[in-house]
């Protein structure tokens, strides 16, 4: 076995409503929408227009700086709808799913071993799978033009109430296997898998073929593979690393092994408002009223969330499931005022710190809501950032640079390191109710714009 890598400093959130390793097969969701506001950075440019027929696969549109890369529908019908926010920035493309069995584009089934570099990315690109490879620093699509010294996978998740990946990656062992000889052709280094040293790897990672096995053990963010990077092959300037999710790496692996662009996975319905937390197989894509349907706890007042509830994307009950998200979080709004809130017990309140009586009940689980409990106040040094950020960095100077605007002291403080998930435990733990994440990308656009 690897060496084991013990992250020390993170924090767990307890919190209710965690997923039983039920999976539930659904029908077909009725539309699907692809969100232009998933990919950080991104100028879409529409490749369909309203009424017009798809098939799964498809463009529906494309980067204008980089027209290469596009954006595939998940399933064949009719482009229902293009929304738009303000200056009419494309917000959600919206195809209305075929009833009968879905149509493919044919990019041809053909193993990654047998194909040069430059095919294997042209496939991907054609296929619009290209968009689930990211790049470190800045979180962003990966350039196909560059070479990454190496390609990072991390197979579990330490986010409050992540599913299991696992088990959501059972009977997809052929089509890892698939995913990560077609990776191996684009880095001239390493594919590493980031695995938890505290249980057993399901045999789609433990044997998967060609890769280097790191073994992780801790706290979150353990699980993020911002944090693998940083102890086993850390970024420096001019460096690049690319990054993949495991399920994504399976609909790449079904792309060589098929060749259809198929974007099926499994997801979990987590929270302490969902009447049943399960897991659903369904397409990438979906609306999330297919999942929620009958399964929200009564009068209830719910924040629906795509993803986990420290990084996720809040959508309404017609919105959809995100690009790179595998669950839905469903947690109380919180619209209520506490009458000396500050100072009651705390019997069921989480804390960071030692303030509330609950540290003195292990394993406990919470019903937390969104309320920030208290409005901004002015940044201080207090030492909870560096508590629960397992980087060689100082978190604090490196938002004040990114206010102040300093590039040069944005560099030295490790912003090439980092992306919102790294640092969401910072925000949730900030007494000055920072906006942590916001600042963060705002700092990340501002290298992308003065060094591109």
């Not at 911002?226 to 850390?234: A, N, R, S, T």
């Not at 069921?348 to 406990?364: E, G, V």
Request: with cysteine; glycine share 8%.
């Amino acid at each position: 076995m690897s060496k084991v890598i013990k992250i020390r400093r993170g924090l767990n959130i307890p919190l209710q409503g965690s997923a039983e390793k039920v999976l539930v097969r659904l029908d077909r969701a009725e539309t699907y929408g692809l969100k232009p506001t998933d990919f950080p950075g991104l100028v879409p440019k529409l490749n369909v227009t309203v009424g017009e027929r798809v098939k799964a696969g498809t463009p529906l549109f494309h980067d204008k700086y980089r027209p290469d890369v596009v954006f595939a529908s998940p399933v064949s019908g009719e482009v229902l709808d293009v929304r738009r926010g303000e200056r009419r920035v494309i917000l959600e493309v919206v195809v209305k799913a075929d009833s009968g069995d879905l149509e493919y584009e044919n990019f041809g089934a053909a193993p990654a071993d047998s194909l040069k570099r430059e095919e294997v990315i042209a496939k991907l690109l054609k296929a619009g799978a290209w968009p689930y490879i990211r790049q470190r620093p800045y979180g962003i699509i990966a350039n196909p033009a560059d070479t990454p010294k190496s390609i990072f996978i991390s197979c579990f998740d330490t986010s409050p109430l992540a599913p299991d990946l696992d088990f959501a990656v059972q009977g997809e062992e052929q089509a890892f296997q698939a995913g990560i000889d077609a990776l191996r052709k684009l880095t001239a280094g390493k594919v590493h898998l980031g695995l938890n040293a505290d249980f057993p790897p399901a045999n789609a990672f433990a044997k998967a073929k060609g890769v280097e096995f790191n073994y992780f053990t801790g706290p979150h963010p353990a699980g993020n593979v911002g944090i693998h990077i940083h102890h086993v092959d850390p970024i420096a300037k001019g460096e690049v690393v690319w990054v993949v999710n495991p399920l994504d790496v399976i609909i790449i692996g079904r792309l060589f092994l098929n060749g259809i662009y198929d974007t099926t996975k499994v997801i979990a319905l987590v929270g302490s408002e969902v009447a049943k937390p399960r897991y659903f197989k369904l397409i990438s894509g979906a609306a999330v009223s297919s999942i929620l349907a009958k399964n929200i706890k009564e009068d209830a007042a719910v924040r629906i969330i795509s993803g986990n509830v420290l990084t996720g994307t809040r959508v309404d009950k017609l919105g959809y499931l995100g690009f790179y998200d595998n669950m839905v979080s469903v947690i109380p709004e919180g619209k209520k005022h506490e009458f000396f809130g500050w100072i009651a017990p705390g019997v069921n309140k989480h804390s960071a710190t030692r303030a509330f009586l609950s540290k003195l009940i292990p394993r406990k689980t919470f019903r937390l809501d969104t309320n920030m409990h208290g409005g901004h106040r002015a940044l201080v040094l207090t030492n909870q950032y560096e508590k629960v950020l397992p980087m060689d960095i100082y978190p604090v100077h490196l938002i004040k640079a990114i206010l102040a605007n300093d590039i040069d002291r944005m560099e030295q403080l490790g912003i090439y390191e980092v992306v919102e998930e790294d640092m969401a435990l910072c925000e949730y733990v900030c007494a000055s109710k920072t906006e942590v994440q916001a600042i963060l990308r705002k700092g990340i656009e501002t290298m992308i714009k003065e060094l591109s």
